[in-house]
T-cell receptor, first 120, second 113 residues
Framework: DGGITQSPKYLFRKEGQNVTLSCEQNLNHDAMYWYRQDPGQGLRLIYY???????QKGDIAEGYSVSREKKESFPLTVTSAQKNPTAFYLC???????????????????FGPGTRLLVL | LAKTTQPISMDSYEGQEVNITCSHN???????ITWYQQFPSQGPRFIIQ???TKVTNEVASLFIPADRKSSTLSLPRVSLSDTAVYYC??????????????FGSGTRLSIRP
């Protein structure tokens, strides 16, 4: 049963602590993404990776770090430098194959269930 | 970078057809229009995608006029379970362009009995 998983569902962070959010996919997707969502707001891109051992900053990368050592995994670390980490974090993945022009289909993003990070 | 504008919220009743319109005046030639649905405390879920004219699947229809500067998501005979936030996205999902896909604030749809 293919899909994308995130753990834990809830995470508590103490001041000055780094915490790592897990994201795993078995969809054989090349690209993976991390988004942050604040209450009542849309999603904002933190980091994305198109291939193993490569990743790029999104709009709000400050205070976060990522790694992409395996195709299936894209963990996000919320560092102590992130002063307002309380949010809902969403991981997504997508393929990067060229679009099927005949069928006019393009890649879509598949999202995990999310991790809610709270500060103690 | 194509910016989208959609209503902040909409209300409707069970059994009605709901149409949510999204404006994207700066859509580029290679851009596709994609709609996602998000329930509270869950990740967004793909609903439908189109490039021009009309696309229909088992969940919704997407109407795109010839100038492609707007699009309308149509949900037939909604039920209470359709209460969610709906996002309209415009962009080219290939390669580095995927990073430029922006989820705006979406449209909060509330369905009443």
């Amino acid at each position: 049963d293919g899909g994308i998983t995130q753990s834990p569902k809830y995470l508590f962070r103490k001041e000055g602590q780094n915490v790592t959010l897990s994201c795993e996919q078995n969809l054989n997707h090349d690209a993976m993404y991390w988004y942050r969502q604040d209450p009542g707001q849309g999603l904002r891109l933190i980091y994305y990776s198109q291939i193993v051992n490569d990743f790029q900053k999104g709009d709000i990368a400050e205070g976060y770090s990522v790694s992409r050592e395996k195709k299936e995994s894209f963990p996000l670390t919320v560092t102590s430098a992130q002063k307002n980490p309380t949010a809902f974090y969403l991981c997504a993945s997508s393929t990067l194959r060229p679009g099927d022009l005949r069928g006019r289909r393009q890649e879509t993003q598949y999202f995990g269930p999310g991790t809610r990070l709270l500060v103690l | 970078l194509a910016k989208t504008t959609q209503p902040i919220s909409m209300d409707s009743y069970e059994g009605q057809e709901v149409n949510i319109t999204c404006s994207h005046n700066n859509i580029a030639t290679n851009d596709y229009i994609t709609w996602y649905q998000q329930f509270p405390s869950q990740g967004p879920r793909f609903i439908i995608q189109g490039y021009k004219t009309k696309v229909t699947n088992e969940v919704a229809s997407l109407f795109i006029p010839a100038d492609r500067k707007s699009s309308t998501l149509s949900l037939p005979r909604v039920s209470l379970s359709d209460t969610a936030v709906y996002y309209c996205l415009v962009g080219d999902m290939k390669g580095s362009s995927a990073s430029k896909i922006i989820f705006g604030s979406g449209t909060r749809l509330s369905i009443r009995p």
